[in-house]
């Protein structure tokens, strides 16, 4: 993982620290703002903890895009079936592609 930015922060005796301006403005978090420490086989993440965020989705899309890199040739068109399958459980869904997303996108 590539290093961007760098703080580093001091925990006190009872086991609290400050978090660095400049992470609270990377993660968009302000005064009772929630962030998330989230523990893997690479380290310690921190993230803002979105209340309708889902824990184990930045994991699986890490597996996700580990599996892609280590194996493209598996990676495969969706059959006609399936693609009609999926339009039609989405048909009655309002989509505006010019509202804004939500959340960070990676170009």
Known sequence: M???LEEISTIT???QTTVPK???QVLGVDYGG???FRVG???VTVCRADSDEDPAIETFL???AADIKQRPEMVKALSPD????IASLTEAMPVDLDD????????
Do not use: N, Q
């Open 2 to 4: 590539a290093v961007t």
């Open 13 to 15: 005796a009872k086991g």
């Open 22 to 24: 400049a992470v609270r």
């Open 34 to 36: 929630r962030i998330a």
């Open 41 to 43: 086989d690479g380290g």
């Open 62 to 64: 890490g597996f996700l």
């Open 82 to 85: 399936l693609a009609a399958g």
């Open 100 to 107: 804004e997303i939500d959340g960070d996108v990676a170009l």
